[in-house]
């Protein structure tokens, strides 16, 4: 059958977000299920067709986006330990798939009306588009604005991100009063792992950061130069940083350390959802 005998077939992908950002679609959630699944990270990344760094990258996001754990580690047993959801990432799961049946209905239906539709339809499905935000930085939080004080040329603002933890941004009046921001505004905070300092003993020390996110080492994976760094935060949030090998091995970074994310209020760029 030739392409101008062929009927239009209309399709469309399921993704869940919050304040506009994607928490994750049909791949995630497939992330999640080989978890559930198979209790371990590797063996899941591997079912699901993923390295072991984007795996974790994934459920960092996730845990992130959704202001608690979705996924935690299970330590002793018989098998050593592993992974698995927590109540919060088994009921999206599942919630997830009740929603995606709904969905592949409705698909079916429309399509079924579509091949009844004038031949002018494959015009108008080409205006349907979808926009998305992409984004290079490794860090980003959802959260809500607390607090904006007010500059004569740089506003400072407050963003209550999950766990009781709190962001301090500096951005100039002008983008801070396009972007609308105010107590109550949800917002987005990024930052680049490149712009975070890892301290491990901050006893005594004054710091001219403003942001000091405390918390634990849960994974350091070392390059060829440089070594990435994810510290658990409270409430199931997590930050990266990026620091040299030579760093990572002088503050004696292992899987439980407690250590603290440091970066100025300048290194943070606000977005807010549509």
Same mark, same amino acid.
């Given at each position: 059958?030739?392409?101008?005998?062929?009927?239009?077939?209309?399709?469309?992908?399921? %993704?869940? #977000?919050?304040?506009?950002?994607?928490?994750?679609?049909?791949?995630?959630?497939?992330?999640?299920?080989?978890?559930?699944?198979?209790?371990?990270?590797?063996?899941?990344?591997?079912?699901?067709?993923?390295?072991?760094?984007?795996? %974790?990258?994934?459920?960092?996001?996730?845990?992130?986006?959704?202001?608690?754990?979705?996924?935690?580690?299970?330590?002793?047993?018989?098998?050593?330990?592993?992974?698995?959801?927590?109540?919060?990432? #088994?009921?999206?799961?599942?919630?997830?798939?009740?929603?995606?049946?709904?969905?592949?209905?409705?698909?079916?239906?429309?399509?079924?009306?579509?091949? =009844?539709?004038?031949?002018?339809?494959?015009?108008?499905?080409?205006?349907?588009?979808?926009?998305?935000?992409?984004?290079?930085?490794?860090?980003?939080?959802? $959260?809500?604005?607390?607090? &904006?004080?007010?500059?004569?040329?740089?506003?400072?603002?407050?963003?209550? !991100?999950?766990?009781?933890?709190?962001?301090?941004? !500096?951005?100039?009046?002008? =983008?801070?009063?396009?972007?609308?921001?105010?107590?109550?505004?949800?917002?987005?905070?990024?930052?680049? =792992?490149?712009?975070?300092?890892?301290?491990?003993?901050?006893?005594?020390?004054?710091?001219?950061?403003?942001?000091?996110?405390?918390?634990? &080492?849960?994974?350091?994976?070392?390059?060829?130069?440089? =070594?990435?760094?994810?510290?658990?935060?409270?409430?199931?949030?997590?930050?990266?940083?990026?620091?040299?090998?030579?760093?990572?091995?002088? *503050?004696? *970074?292992?899987? $439980?350390?407690?250590?603290?994310?440091?970066?100025?209020?300048?290194?943070?760029?606000?977005?807010?959802?549509?």
């Amino acid at each position: 059958m030739d392409k101008e005998q062929q009927g239009i077939v209309l399709e469309g992908k399921l %993704w869940m #977000s919050v304040g506009g950002e994607n928490l994750g679609g049909t791949n995630r959630v497939e992330l999640l299920a080989a978890i559930a699944e198979l209790g371990s990270i590797t063996g899941a990344a591997k079912a699901v067709g993923l390295s072991y760094k984007a795996a %974790w990258d994934a459920i960092d996001t996730m845990n992130n986006l959704a202001g608690e754990a979705l996924v935690e580690r299970v330590t002793g047993g018989k098998g050593g330990g592993g992974t698995r959801l927590t109540a919060r990432g #088994s009921q999206l799961v599942a919630n997830f798939r009740m929603i995606e049946q709904v969905h592949n209905d409705f698909l079916e239906r429309l399509n079924r009306q579509a091949a =009844s539709m004038a031949t002018g339809l494959a015009d108008d499905v080409a205006l349907f588009t979808r926009f998305k935000m992409r984004t290079s930085a490794r860090n980003q939080f959802f $959260g809500t604005v607390t607090q &904006v004080e007010r500059g004569a040329v740089n506003d400072e603002v407050l963003l209550d !991100i999950a766990g009781g933890q709190q962001i301090v941004a !500096i951005v100039t009046r002008e =983008s801070s009063e396009s972007l609308g921001l105010a107590p109550g505004r949800q917002a987005f905070a990024l930052i680049k =792992s490149s712009s975070v300092i890892v301290m491990t003993d901050s006893t005594g020390a004054r710091l001219s950061a403003r942001n000091q996110l405390q918390g634990t &080492v849960t994974r350091l994976m070392r390059g060829a130069v440089n =070594s990435e760094v994810v510290i658990a935060l409270a409430g199931g949030a997590s930050v990266a940083a990026t620091i040299t090998n030579d760093s990572a091995a002088s *503050l004696g *970074l292992e899987e $439980g350390t407690a250590a603290t994310a440091l970066f100025k209020a300048s290194s943070v760029i606000l977005g807010v959802p549509d």
